[in-house]
């Protein structure tokens, strides 16, 4: 399975931004889906992640209530659409897949796609 990320850009503090991860050469629905970034000088961290039917959703602290994940199926895609943006949230971010036959997230992510950069200027 490959991944295209994309949806970044530049943005002022306050602003919004929807990220898309797309697959390719497998269909989306086996597979749970993290969002994680890379600032610089930091670990990468995950921001959101989702189960194989959107029926289970998990968020990093620092995003909780600003940052909404999702996913279509049918359009072999997963947003992540980031919203109330701080400077803080600079960063790159990638998504990343895992297969798996349970509807929870997991821990454990064996395909990555590229990633997408965020800037969110003061």
């Known amino acids: 399975v490959q991944l295209q990320a994309s949806g970044g850009g530049l943005v002022q503090a306050g602003g919004s931004l929807r990220l898309s991860c797309v697959f390719s050469g497998r269909t989306s629905n086996n597979y749970a889906v993290g969002w994680f970034r890379q600032a610089p000088g930091k670990e990468r961290e995950l921001a959101a992640a989702i189960g194989r039917n959107a029926g289970s959703t998990t968020y990093a602290d620092s995003v909780k209530g600003r940052f909404t994940i999702s996913r279509d199926n049918a359009k072999n895609t997963v947003y992540l659409q980031m919203n109330s943006l701080k400077p803080e949230d600079t960063a790159i971010y990638y998504c990343?897949?895992?297969?798996?036959?349970?509807?929870?997230?997991?821990?454990?992510?064996?395909?990555w796609g590229n990633g997408t950069l965020v800037t969110v200027s003061s």
């Open positions: 990343a897949a895992q297969f798996t036959f349970s509807s929870f997230t997991t821990d454990t992510y064996n395909y």
